[in-house]
């Protein structure tokens, strides 16, 4: 198996998972939480989605589809169209409303674009420093391990989230 068949297979058990969390909610379901401080399904998806979009964008010099493709009007939220979620505070956790669809259609769309991306790389592709900030640098290979990481995490969490809720224990 070559990196990017692993790759490819990794972002697709992301796929998986997030639909999981999301098909057959609805948006009350998606954005109940198990307390005032904690995350919904909704904000948790759109986070997930927002940072693989970012990162995916910014690892290989493209646009985010966020922006190019007309998402964050989508959307409609209350945040500058570069947010990402990260260090959201409760508040704006609870703004985050978005219906099943519109959230697995963006997530669809940051998952055909990074497939897109993925799929032709080479292993030395995965050597290429994408990120001089950290010591050290940020390689390609990297960086991906990294959005599959903290997309599995928030796509786990989601799935609890879905549970507790299933069984009534949410607001």
């Given at each position: 198996?070559k990196?990017?068949?692993?790759?490819?297979?990794?972002?697709a058990r992301v796929?998986e998972?997030v639909h999981?969390?999301?098909?057959?909610?609805?948006?009350?379901e998606?954005?109940?939480r198990?307390d005032?401080?904690?995350?919904?399904i909704?904000?948790?998806?759109?986070?997930?989605?927002?940072?693989?979009d970012?990162?995916i964008?910014?690892?290989?010099g493209?646009?985010q589809i966020?922006?190019?493709?007309?998402w964050?009007?989508r959307?409609?939220?209350?945040?500058?169209?570069d947010?990402t979620?990260f260090?959201?505070?409760?508040?704006?956790?609870?703004a985050v409303h978005?219906?099943?669809?519109l959230?697995?259609d963006?997530?669809?769309?940051?998952?055909?674009?990074?497939?897109?991306r993925?799929?032709?790389?080479s292993n030395?592709d995965?050597?290429?420093?994408v990120?001089?900030?950290?010591?050290?640098?940020?390689?390609?290979?990297?960086?991906?391990?990294?959005?599959?990481a903290?997309?599995?995490?928030?796509?786990?969490?989601?799935?609890?989230?879905r549970?507790v809720?299933e069984?009534?224990?949410?607001a």
């Open positions: 198996m990196s990017a068949e692993l790759l490819t297979d990794a972002f796929l998972a999981q969390a999301v098909e057959g909610l609805s948006e009350k998606l954005v109940a198990v005032p401080e904690a995350n919904s909704a904000w948790l998806v759109w986070h997930l989605t927002r940072i693989q970012d990162h964008a910014d690892a290989f493209t646009e966020w922006t190019s493709e007309g964050s009007g959307f409609g939220l209350p945040f500058p169209e947010a979620g260090g959201h505070s409760p508040a704006q956790v609870a978005a219906p099943a669809d959230l697995l963006y997530y669809d769309a940051v998952h055909a674009r990074t497939l897109a993925v799929t032709p790389l030395a995965l050597d290429r420093v990120d001089t900030r950290w010591t050290p640098h940020v390689t390609l290979g990297v960086r991906l391990v990294s959005v599959i903290e997309d599995n995490q928030h796509a786990g969490q989601a799935a609890y989230v549970g809720v069984r009534g224990g949410a």
